[in-house]
C-alpha cells in the first residue's frame, strides 16, 4: 500500500517562557520537557502520513502511533510503517 504525506518543511524555534515551559514557535503548542517538544517538531518538519487503509482518513506524522492505529483499527492490514527519516 503506498503511503500519502503532507505538511513539512518548517523549521519551528524553541521559546522558553517565564513559567519555565517550551513553546513552539509555530503553533504556540507548549511542553515541559525539551524531548517532548522536539518529538512535536515533527508535525511542521516532516508532515503527516495518512493510514494506507483504503477508505481511512487518519494522519499521523509518528510512526508509533499509525503503526498503533493499523493494530487497533485495522489488524487485517499487513504493513511495516516507515523508521525515522535521517
Known sequence: MPL?????????????????KLKCSLCKSEH???GTL???FKVHT?????CPFDGCKRWYYRADKLRQHLAEVHP??????????K
Open 46 to 50: 516532516q508532515g503527516e502520513v495518512q
Open 38 to 40: 522536539r518529538r512535536h
Open 76 to 85: 487485517q492490514v499487513s504493513y511495516t510503517t516507515p523508521g525515522p527519516r
Open 4 to 20: 500519502f504525506r503532507r505538511g513539512g518543511g518548517y523549521d519551528p524555534q524553541i521559546t522558553i517562557l517565564p513559567d519555565g
Open 32 to 34: 515541559f520537557k525539551v
